[in-house]
């Protein structure tokens, strides 16, 4: 299937690396690995290098952003996948999806699946998250 449309954030790995944020195919929108990043690339830490609920909520943003761009809803997200370089702390990336989702109103749960990796881009970067759309 053909690339409908695409959009960037403009953080300075989208072109260096050649990708976009999200890409739409027919009713389908895909995002990237998305790390909790400044608009300017640098690491997003409000709350210090360990803030990982904040980091997950920042990611889930950026790919929200990226969705509503494209067309879609959050509530059109169907799966979302962590990636996270310390599973000790699952409780929090998960309550972070837990409180993004609940707050697109109506108790949206899309898949979730979170694994383990041993790092990655970046060493600041604790959670990667992909998320997939299907409009309706």
């Not at 999200?22 to 400044?38: E, P, Q």
């Not at 904040?54 to 509503?68: D, F, Q, T």
């Not at 169907?78 to 697109?104: K, N, P, Q, W």
Request: with cysteine; glycine share 12%; aromatic share 8%.
């Amino acid at each position: 299937m053909p690339i409908d449309s695409s959009v960037s954030t403009g953080n300075p790995w989208e072109t260096r690396f050649g990708y976009s944020r999200a890409v739409r195919a027919g009713n389908l929108i895909f995002t990237t690995g998305t790390v909790s990043m400044n608009p300017d690339g640098s690491p997003f830490t409000p709350g210090g290098p360990d803030d990982a609920g904040a980091r997950a909520l920042r990611c889930l943003h950026i790919i929200g952003g990226a969705v509503e761009q494209l067309g879609g809803k959050v509530s059109d997200i169907v799966r979302t996948r962590f990636y996270v370089t310390d599973i000790s702390r699952s409780e929090v990336f998960g309550l972070a999806h837990a409180a993004f989702f609940d707050g697109s109103g109506g108790g949206h749960r899309p898949c979730l699946t979170m694994v383990e990796v041993t790092r990655l881009i970046a060493p600041e970067f604790l959670i990667e998250i992909e998320a997939e759309a299907v409009l309706a």
